[in-house]
């Protein structure tokens, strides 16, 4: 049984840096593709940065440049690096992973079957 777990939020401030980490205590297969969201309140989930497991990665625009997606394939785990963050970064974060492995990896929730339950990132300005 997949189980996401999330962990590295906190509160910095603006211009600090965060870790985030994900591992999967439970799957026994690879996933394809791994990515990251986030919720802020009163707006839609959105995607951040997603990596297919050949190592492809995809940005949205906003976190180009300050944020870095990476994978550990061996363990299932999957790392955001934040840095110079910004108070619009503020949000729940969540790990999302599918079985399928697209060339290019989608930002759209809907392509991701499991996810984790959320660790929350607060950036103070």
């Known amino acids: 049984q997949v189980q996401l777990v999330e962990s590295g939020g906190g509160a910095v401030q603006s211009g600090g840096s965060l870790r985030l980490s994900c591992v999967d205590s439970?799957?026994?297969?690879?996933?394809?593709?791994m990515a990251w969201f986030r919720q802020a309140p009163g707006k839609k989930r959105e995607g951040v940065a997603c990596?297919?497991?050949?190592?492809?990665?995809r940005y949205r625009d906003s976190v180009k440049g300050r944020f870095t997606i990476s994978q550990d394939n061996a363990e299932n785990r999957l790392f955001l690096q934040m840095d110079s963050l910004e108070p619009d970064d503020t949000a729940m974060y969540y790990c999302?992973?599918?079985?399928?492995?697209?060339?290019?990896?989608?930002?759209?929730?809907?392509?991701?079957?499991?996810w984790g339950q959320g660790t929350q990132v607060t950036v103070s300005s």
């Open positions: 439970g799957h026994a297969d690879t996933f394809g593709t």
């Open positions: 990596i297919n497991k050949d190592g492809v990665a």
């Open positions: 999302a992973a599918a079985s399928r492995k697209w060339i290019l990896p989608s930002l759209l929730s809907e392509e991701y079957t499991y």
